[in-house]
Structure formats: C-alpha cells, structure tokens
C-alpha cells in the first residue's frame, strides 16, 4: 500500500491555504487604500473605510473557520488513523478447528484489500521450533529417530473440505520436499480440491490407523519398514497421503488381504462414486507427479492411493547414508 501522509502534514497543508487566502484579501484592501489616498476624494475616503472594516470582518471570520476546519481536519485524520489501527489490531488468528470452518471477520473493502494477503499469511513453512518438537517428540519423532530434527519442515496450509468450509492444516514434511508441498497444497486450496483434515499424526498418538480411519492427511512420521533398518519413506517425512479413510493401502501377501485403515472397504471399489477419491490424473494426482512424487495407486502389485512419494534414487542423494 503507498504511504499515507500523516494526518499534522495533511492539517500543515490545509492551514498553508487558508494564510494564503488571507494574505490574498490583505492585498486586495491595501491596494484600495492607496487608490483612495491618490484621488483623495472624501466619497471614495468613506467607501475605502467602510470596505476596510467589512474587509476586515469577512478576514477575522476566514482566519476563524479556516483555524477550526484545519484543527477538524486533524481530529478528523487522526479518528480514521486511529479506526485503520484498531481494524488491524483486529485481524483474528484462524484457530485450530475440528469441524467449524475457519472464518475471517473481515469485512467490505478491507476484506477486499488483504484477501490477497490473509491467504498468503496462512501458508507458511516453519523450521521445527521447541514449541512444535514437544508436541512430536516421542511420538511422530520417536526415540529412535535416526533423522535430525533440522531435517524437518512444519508447514502450515488452509483446505476446505467436500462442502467447502475452510480449515487449517498443519504438516510436518522433509525440507527437501517443503517448498513443494507448500505449494501443491496451496494450488489445491484455490482450486476447491476438498481435503477433509490435515492434523499432525502425533494429535492421534501417532498412530497411522487412527489417523487414517479418522481420513486424516498426514506425512512425516518416523518408522523403519518392519522387519529391516530401512526408514519408510515417511519416516524421511518423503511420502504425503491425502484423503487416507477413502484412498487406502490394500495388499494380498499369501492369500491374505490387507487393508489400512481397515474401515475402507467400501471404498476399494474405485469405479464407484464417493467424496475425496483420487483419481489417476485429477488436480491432487497431477500436482504431486508434476513435482516428481510417485502414486501409491499406479503400484501393480500393491496399491496406496492416498500415498505420494520421491523415488529412491533422488533420495539416495540427499541421504546417501541410509540404507534405502
Ligand atoms: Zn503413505
């Protein structure tokens, strides 16, 4: 926004004009009077001195009105300053919410003006502060966490859900994949893609069970694959699901099937029609793969449709030292 002027400087001004009006009526008069003195004439005496007092009483009122429009024009300035200050100081802090969406108070032209702003103030990244590690830590971040705590981004988003009530996200990612994620999220936001939740795994004790039949979005959350030393992809904070209650991870190992979260079935049938699906090549499929994520759900002997991951071989080079 261009600099206002400040509300003495707006006053300075208008009081400038109003000695320049004056000064204008003084020489009006002053060069009547020498008119008169040359013709001297007694008639034209008379007129100079009653116009000099008229003159002069039409002056005395200017100076007065002029004084106390400039001194309005102040308290004027200063009331809407003062009224700019308190709308700012006003601006509400979108809290965490369950199910009420997150609304602005906002409203006319003000509302206009820091759209703009008020969206870009909600995507946020953020090293992982203490405040955000105590509410990790021995939970997504286990004791066993072989990743440094530097590695890690929090991301904080907005997201509306399948009715188009607005809420906000939090998320903590690999600062490899920060930036990205920060904006598939963003893009997904302004296009009304619906995301139900996005709530740090660690809100359900970090278990992925809860938090998938709760089709809750979620990333990083530090695990090796069973049975070996390697780190599964979300425990490099690599791999993001969305939507996980309706996209669901489903596996047959010798004849038995498994499915996570184990309250999806209905939702393995991905011809029929449901909230939240994704779909090979709709918004959420196309940004993820246009930022070099893999789909869980074009696996062949596997499927993870909520799942996006960086392939191996990329983080084979940001950490060559693990075992991938
Ligand atoms: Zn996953």
């Known amino acids: 926004m261009p600099a206002m002027p400040t509300p003495f400087r707006l006053g300075r001004l208008k009081m400038r004009k109003k000695y320049w009006f004056c000064f204008t009526w003084l020489l009006i008069i002053s ?5 008169n003195i040359i013709e001297k004439s007694k008639k034209y005496k008379r007129m100079t001195i009653s116009g000099y007092f008229i003159a002069a009483g039409l002056l005395a009122m200017t100076m007065l009105l002029g004084g106390c429009k400039a001194v309005d024009d102040i308290k004027n300035t200063h009331t809407s300053d003062t009224t700019m200050k308190e709308l700012k100081t006003e601006v509400p802090r979108v809290e965490i919410s369950d199910d009420k969406p997150a609304s602005s108070d906002f409203s006319g032209k003000n509302k206009a ?10 995507f946020y990244i953020s090293p ?4 955000i590690f105590a509410r990790i830590d021995g939970k997504s971040f286990k004791k066993d966490c072989t990743l440094s705590r530097e590695d890690l981004r929090y991301i ?6 399948i009715d188009g009530n607005e809420h906000e996200g939090e998320m903590i990612v690999n600062m490899h994949i920060a930036d990205d994620v920060l904006d598939i999220m963003k893009q997904l936001y302004e296009a009304d893609y619906p995301i139900e939740k996005i709530r740090l795994v660690d809100e359900y004790n970090a278990d992925d069970e809860t938090s998938m039949e709760d ?8 695990r090796f694959i069973s049975g070996t030393k390697k780190v599964s992809k979300h425990g490099f904070g690599l791999a993001v699901d969305i939507n996980t209650l309706y996209n669901p991870y489903f596996k047959i190992v010798n004849g038995k099937r498994i499915l996570e979260p184990i309250t999806a079935e209905p939702y393995l049938d991905r011809e029929a029609d ?10 959420c499929y196309k940004l993820f793969t246009e ?17 996006f991951e960086i392939p191996d071989e990329i983080i084979a080079k940001w950490y060559p030292e693990f075992v991938l």
């Open 31 to 35: 060069s009547h009077m020498r008119i």
């Open 113 to 122: 003006d820091n759209a703009e702003t008020s969206i870009d103030d909600s």
């Open 128 to 131: 992982i502060t203490d405040e």
């Open 156 to 161: 904080h988003v907005l997201h509306k859900d």
């Open 215 to 222: 089709n809750n979005s979620s990333a990083f959350n530090f």
């Open 274 to 283: 449901f909230p939240y699906k994704i779909e090979e090549n709709d918004l």
């Open 291 to 307: 930022k070099g994520f893999v789909w869980g759900g074009s696996w062949k002997n596997r499927k993870d449709y909520q799942h």
